[in-house]
């Protein structure tokens, strides 16, 4: 990993840890399969996707596609799931331009949030 990268994760990863978190009501579980488009590739979107999932208690995972896009699965509580992607959104170095979102059926047996390769 090439020092830019290297100072890039660190930069996210203390972004995402020095978060301030609102209060969350108790909200129903839902798992939906949201494809974020725009420049969201090669400025840390999946790591930040990632820090955050695992700070909101979600499950999941996320990964790049061919074509530019960022697709993730997130299980959780609805809210949570909200706060994320809006807050995904508002990123400034990435543009979020298009959110894509299907709802689908919970899976069970899921642990923790992972990033695809």
């Given at each position: 990993?090439?020092?830019?990268?290297?100072?890039?994760?660190?930069y996210v990863?203390?972004?995402?840890?020095?978060?301030?978190l609102p209060?969350?009501?108790?909200?129903?579980?839902r798992?939906?399969e949201?494809?974020?488009?725009?420049?969201?590739?090669k400025?840390?979107?999946?790591?930040?996707?990632?820090?955050?999932a695992n700070?909101?208690?979600?499950?999941?995972?996320?990964?790049n596609?061919?074509?530019?896009s960022?697709r993730?699965?997130?299980q959780?509580?609805?809210?949570?799931?909200?706060?994320?992607?809006?807050?995904?959104?508002?990123?400034?170095?990435?543009?979020v331009k298009?959110?894509?979102?299907?709802?689908l059926?919970?899976?069970e047996?899921?642990?923790?949030?992972i990033?695809?390769?």
């Open positions: 990993m090439g020092f830019i990268s290297e100072w890039q994760n660190n990863v203390k972004q995402v840890k020095n978060l301030r209060e969350f009501k108790t909200t129903e579980i798992r939906e949201i494809e974020f488009s725009g420049k969201v590739q400025v840390g979107f999946r790591l930040e996707v990632y820090e955050l700070r909101l208690g979600l499950t999941g995972w996320v990964e596609l061919p074509d530019g960022v993730a699965q997130f959780g509580e609805m809210d949570r799931i909200e706060f994320l992607v809006e807050f995904m959104k508002s990123l400034k170095r990435a543009k298009n959110v894509k979102i299907s709802e059926e919970i899976l047996d899921e642990k923790g949030f990033i695809k390769e």
